[in-house]
């Protein structure tokens, strides 16, 4: 599978879908705190945080026409605090070119993107865990465990709980006995589906929980119709793609990287 503009968009804005869906979620008294945002452009998403500045919740995603990132420059610009970024895939290279000419560089290895067709008949592995789909009455467990594992503040979880039970999302928690000690997400639209929210506890990794429950994912994947499923991760550097855990584990589930994309990260007040 080859890396073109037709299925890089794709990829890109099933990916913006679910953020900005994560976004809508967001309770009114905690988006009214931390100053949360979201601006839809032509099926990408402008996101803003004010208080908790990362790529994965300042920036822009699925915005790939040259005359609409700068309608999303202007918007972040106006209603994001320093630190934003615009993540664009290498093979918009007008974009790109735009980018640099106003200033904008990118920083850190940026994100690898993966891809791969479902159902996973492929993948073959025994783990102690077992998973299953949840509903909000366990959603508190889901939020727990994700805001643990990516280090983010307690009050973030009553964002993250939204998120479960709402329409095209699939939540799955991995229990060992019964104690929930993994989690991941999938969002699906037609045919192509973003999976994320991926977290382990700490005294519970290297158990087999992430493989498991990607493969759980494409599971339901398949059964919603979905043909294919995207899924990002940190760029490891070339000498330790073995030890990045996340990056590892969709290697080994049959996932296909086709690009690294670049984070860039916006200079001044405008571009």
Not at 78 to 101: C, I, S, Y
Not at 215 to 243: C, F, H, M, Y
Request: hydrophobic share 40%; net charge negative; aromatic share 8%.
């Amino acid at each position: 599978m080859r890396p073109n503009q037709a299925l890089s968009i794709s990829l890109e804005q099933i990916e913006a879908q679910a953020f900005a869906d994560v976004y809508r979620a967001v309770p009114v008294s905690y988006a009214s705190a931390n100053r949360v945002h979201l601006r839809d452009i032509e099926g990408g998403a402008c996101l803003t945080h004010s208080t908790i500045v990362i790529p994965e919740l300042d920036r822009v995603v699925g915005v790939t026409a040259l005359d609409d990132v700068k309608v999303a420059c202007d918007w972040m610009a106006a209603n994001a605090v320093p630190g934003w970024v615009v993540q664009m895939p290498p093979v918009f290279e007008d974009v790109t070119r735009h980018l640099r000419e106003k200033g904008f560089r990118p920083i850190g290895n940026g994100w690898a993107k993966f891809c791969r067709e479902v159902p996973p008949d492929d993948m073959v592995f025994s783990s102690e865990l077992t998973v299953r789909t949840i509903e909000p009455a366990q959603a508190e467990s889901f939020a727990t465990i994700l805001a643990d594992g990516f280090g983010l503040p307690l009050d973030f979880c009553s964002w993250l709980a939204a998120v479960v039970g709402r329409p095209n999302w699939t939540v799955q928690l991995a229990y060992a006995d019964d104690t929930p000690v993994s989690c991941g997400a999938l969002y699906s639209d037609g045919q192509v589906a973003w999976m994320g929210m991926d977290a382990t506890l700490p005294d519970h990794r290297r158990k087999g929980g992430q493989s498991l429950l990607i493969r759980s994912r494409l599971l339901a994947a398949a059964e919603l119709g979905v043909k294919s499923v995207t899924a990002e991760t940190g760029q490891p550097d070339a000498d330790k793609t073995d030890q990045h855990a996340s990056y590892s584990n969709y290697r080994r589930a049959g996932f296909t990287q086709l690009y690294t994309r670049p984070n860039f990260v916006h200079p001044a007040d405008e571009c």
